[in-house]
């Protein structure tokens, strides 16, 4: 694994950037697997500034969000489609039929989960994936668990996450104690992997990433699997200061 080191918020989000236009600028009609979360809103806010100086232009992209609430309605101001539109998709030139998030509105979560693997197969596969971390080791919302389901799925959130979340709800109970997931085998399965983290409170996650183990109680050692990845932390994240 690649291990960028950053002063701060604000050098993680440029170097997590710097990547991005990297693999755009090598190919113009990339797929990028993109994350929501506090930790990439300034990564995407780079993005727009490198858009509007004329540097990278979307309009061959797709793109494949990582995870969405179930259920929850796009519209809703906390869903991740709502997120992906207000901090990118709104702001550059991406053909807004290209970009997918799995559908929090979906009748049948099963079908819309073997759709959303079988849509990531037809336009090539992944070439870059762009990964948060929870506190609890999860990416996406693969959860910490004894077996963990590489594909596509809907799952139910662990009371961390909920914790951590729950927050940008009106009440507690307003948000959805379930979500629709790639896997860890959707997210493996991606040509290059980028993983963000930022602050004191993902440095355990990060140390045990670091131990080069892999184990499914903390998923994000699973990126360990992987022969392209680069973790972009900041100082607080990676020496828990
Ligand atoms: P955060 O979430 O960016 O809001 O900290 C990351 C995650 O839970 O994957």
Redesign the pocket.
């Given at each position: 694994m690649n291990v960028i080191i950053t002063e701060n918020y604000e050098s993680m989000s440029k170097e997590a950037a710097k990547i991005v236009v990297d693999t755009m600028s090598k190919k113009i009609n990339a797929v990028l697997g993109l994350?929501?979360?506090?930790?990439?809103e300034g990564m995407y806010a780079e993005l727009c500034r490198s858009y509007n100086k004329g540097e990278i232009s979307f309009r061959a992209v797709n793109s494949v969000n990582l995870d969405e609430y179930y259920p929850i309605s796009a519209t809703n101001n906390q869903s991740y489609r709502y997120f992906m539109n207000k901090n990118l998709f709104d702001k550059v030139d991406i053909n807004k039929s290209n970009t997918y998030v799995p559908n929090g509105e979906a009748k049948d979560a099963a079908a819309e989960c073997k759709s959303y693997d079988e849509l990531i197969a037809s336009l090539g596969g992944i070439d870059l994936q762009i990964?948060?971390?929870?506190?609890n080791g999860?990416?996406?919302f693969n959860e910490p668990n004894g077996e963990l389901i590489p594909v596509t799925h809907l799952t139910s959130l662990t009371e961390s996450?909920i914790e951590?979340?729950s927050k940008y709800f009106p009440t507690p109970s307003d948000m959805p104690r379930s979500a629709l997931t790639m896997g860890i085998g959707t997210i493996l399965n991606a040509k290059k992997i980028v993983i963000m983290a930022?602050?004191k409170e993902?440095h355990e996650a990060i140390l045990k990433m670091l131990t080069g183990k892999v184990t499914t109680m903390w998923p994000a050692t699973m990126l360990n699997l992987h022969n392209d990845v680069t973790l972009i932390c900041d100082r607080r994240a990676y020496y828990g200061e």
């Open positions: 994350a929501t979360g506090s930790t990439p990964l948060g971390i929870g506190r999860h990416i996406g996450t951590s979340n930022s602050g993902k």
